[in-house]
C-alpha cells in the first residue's frame, strides 16, 4: 500500500480555491492496481491515459504545420511512458528550412552567404 499525495486547485468566481492535497493508494505496481481495481478497470485507465498523451502528439504535430503523414509516422514510433531523443540543433533547422518556400530559402541562403 503505498499513498501518493494528489493536489488540485480550480478557479470559482475568479478566485482561485485550493490547493487541496489528499492521499490516495493507486497500488505501487501494475499487479497491485489490478489487485485493488480490476483489470478492466485498471485497462482502461491506462488506454485513456495514453489517448490523452497520443493527442497531446498530435496537437504539438497540427501546431508545428506538420502533415497528416509526417504526425503519423511521429505517432508509429511512439512508445507510451517513453520520452523521445531530442532533436540536435541541426536537426530542427534542417526540418525548419525543409518547410520553407522556395522563395524563402533562396532568400535565407543569400542572407547566409553575405
Known amino acids: 500500500m503505498t499513498d501518493k499525495q494528489v493536489s488540485a486547485k480550480t ?12 492521499n490516495y493508494d493507486f497500488g505501487a505496481t501494475t499487479e497491485e492496481k489490478i489487485k485493488l481495481f480490476g483489470e478492466d478497470c485498471t ?7 495514453m489517448t490523452v498523451a497520443l493527442q497531446d502528439i498530435i496537437r504539438n504535430g497540427l501546431k508545428a504545420g506538420k502533415s497528416a503523414a509526417a504526425i503519423q509516422k511521429t505517432v508509429s514510433e511512439w512508445k507510451p511512458g517513453v520520452k523521445r531523443k531530442a532533436r540536435s540543433k541541426a536537426e530542427k533547422v ?3 528550412f525543409a518547410s520553407l518556400s522556395a522563395e524563402e530559402k533562396k532568400a535565407l541562403l543569400a542572407q547566409l552567404t553575405n
Open 94 to 96: 534542417r526540418d525548419e
Open 43 to 49: 485497462n482502461s485507465n491506462a488506454e485513456a491515459s
Open 11 to 22: 478557479e470559482v468566481d475568479g478566485k482561485v480555491v485550493g490547493p487541496v492535497t489528499v
